[in-house]
């Protein structure tokens, strides 16, 4: 990743490689180049060095944006990391490439192809248009959104609407806090397959504690997700259906509970949890782990993912959303320079 400017321009580029590799039974992909989901760069910069029946290597740029920035306003156009989330970890009212959760590897947000305009009326309001195209099945889909963005009185509040992969979208999102509580919460309401509305919305707490001086973080949030599936023979074609291959959709189901707590147990290591929890099939994904700052420069963790809940009872069915993930040992080293 590097970034420059020189007066009002500037550029920023990010290249990365992914190498995957499955079991030759099958296993579960965590690393998907651009975010979660199925890639819907409309921008040609990404291409295959391998691909075969188990695995594959590629390469992309995950940023190529230019910038201008004015008294006002900001220009930028190309592939961008942009967030319209208020929850921290589910989040449905953000359109663009939002994290997937169960995911180990990514650390930043994934690029989207976009032409972006903000603007800047004072110091706590921002109005905002994306225009994204991407390349689907069935062609080229066109997002064009506008988003006005506020706070008063120690919240933040606003909404966008406009049409989203050629459908129409807008939502609603509120953040703000309650003593030491912060409380988050987003809808939004999106065009369905059938031509009717289809509601989506989350809504959590997050909250720092120090107990014995050490510093503890946690988040909790709840998901309904109208896309979801309700019973277990549901899952199947949810992780096939077009919201979910094209990123719009992070979990499967319909209601969804999830959890993390953090703690700083040494000013060089941290350890954290993770629990995702389908309240539709009762399956839960648990993944703790630990990671070590070994220097100033690198950093080391080390986690696990397992999964809990009805196995699936057959080749084409899912019993639970996460009892049938396979347990998952990761070691994850990261050097900055």
């Known amino acids: 990743m590097a970034d420059g400017t020189k ?3 500037s550029i920023e580029v990010a290249y990365e490689h992914v190498l995957q590799r499955e079991p030759a039974a099958g296993g579960f992909s965590f690393t998907n180049p651009g975010g979660s989901g ?5 921008m040609p910069l990404q291409w295959a060095l391998h691909e075969g029946t188990r695995g594959g290597w590629r390469h992309r740029f995950d940023r190529l944006v230019i910038g201008l920035d004015g008294e006002s306003f900001e220009i930028s156009v190309g592939r961008q990391a942009i967030s319209w989330a208020t929850t921290l970890f589910l989040t449905p009212a953000d ?23 903000r ?24 997002t064009a959104l506008g988003r006005v963005a506020t706070s008063r009185g120690g919240w933040a509040f606003g909404t966008w609407g406009g049409l989203l992969h050629d459908e129409a979208a807008g939502a609603l999102f509120a953040s703000g806090g309650i003593g030491s509580t912060s409380l988050r919460g987003e809808l939004a309401v999106r065009e369905d397959v059938t031509g009717g ?5 989350a809504a959590g707490f997050d909250r720092y504690f120090q107990p014995r001086g050490k510093e503890l973080f946690l988040v909790a949030e ?11 023979s549901e899952l199947i074609p949810v992780a096939v259906s077009e919201a979910f291959l ?19 147990v040494h000013p060089l290591i941290g350890v954290d949890a993770l629990a995702l929890m389908n309240l539709d099939d009762q399956s839960l994904l648990l993944a703790p782990g630990v990671t070590w700052s070994a220097t100033s420069t690198a950093s080391t963790r080390v986690g696990v993912y397992l ?30 320079f």
């Open 95 to 117: 359109p663009f490439s939002p994290f997937n959760p169960s995911d180990p590897f990514r650390e930043y947000r994934g690029g989207v192809d976009a032409a972006r305009i």
């Open 307 to 336: 999964g809990v809940g009805e196995e699936a009872p057959s080749p084409i069915m899912l019993g639970s959303e996460y009892g049938s993930v396979p347990g998952l040992v990761y070691l994850s080293v990261s050097l900055f």
């Open 119 to 142: 603007y800047f009326t004072g110091p706590f309001t921002e109005v905002e248009v994306v225009v994204r195209p991407t390349d689907t099945a069935d062609g080229t889909r066109m």
């Open 222 to 232: 709840v998901q309904f997700d109208q896309f979801g599936a309700t019973v277990p």
């Open 38 to 42: 199925q890639s819907t760069d409309w």
């Open 246 to 264: 094209r990123g719009d959709m992070q979990v499967l189901g319909r209601w969804t509970v999830a959890s993390t707590a953090s703690w700083q």
């Open 197 to 201: 509305a289809a509601l989506r919305f």
């Open 7 to 9: 007066g009002a321009f």
